[in-house]
């Protein structure tokens, strides 16, 4: 069994910054890729930033260069790292995990990801 757990999320205003924390229990070996995704109210679930094994990264054009992606094996511990926040960035954030390696756009698409976390709440008040 696997399980993901977010945490990190709450409110901030614009402009500032927040790290969410995915932990990740059980079969995390099976783990190559795993992803940042985030829901707003009323809209699909979108992809985020994502990073492989092998430590690349892919983000969504709406967050290049405000958030990082970032695991530590070690601690079975996925990071996003989200400065200069903005109203619109306001979603659930999630964290997903699957067994394949993925091209870029793959990575990016909630489909692709066999395993999912509950869910964080990210409000950035303008």
């Known amino acids: 069994e696997v399980q993901l757990l977010e945490s990190g999320g709450g409110s901030v205003q614009a402009g500032g910054s927040l790290r969410l924390s995915c932990v990740a229990s059980?079969?995390?070996?099976?783990?190559?890729?795993m992803g940042w995704f985030r829901q707003a109210p009323g809209k699909g679930r979108e992809g985020v930033a994502a990073?492989?094994?092998?430590?690349?990264?892919t983000y969504s054009e709406s967050v290049k260069g405000r958030f990082t992606i970032s695991q530590d094996n070690a601690k079975n511990t996925l990071y996003l790292q989200m400065n200069n926040l903005k109203s619109e960035d306001t979603a659930v954030y999630y964290c997903?995990?699957?067994?394949?390696?993925?091209?870029?756009?793959?990575?990016?698409?909630?489909?692709?990801?066999?395993?999912w976390g509950q869910g964080t709440q990210v409000t950035v008040s303008s």
């Open positions: 997903a995990a699957d067994s394949l390696r993925m091209t870029a756009i793959q990575a990016l698409a909630d489909a692709a990801y066999n395993w």
């Open positions: 059980g079969y995390t070996h099976l783990f190559y890729s």
């Open positions: 990073i492989g094994r092998d430590g690349i990264t």
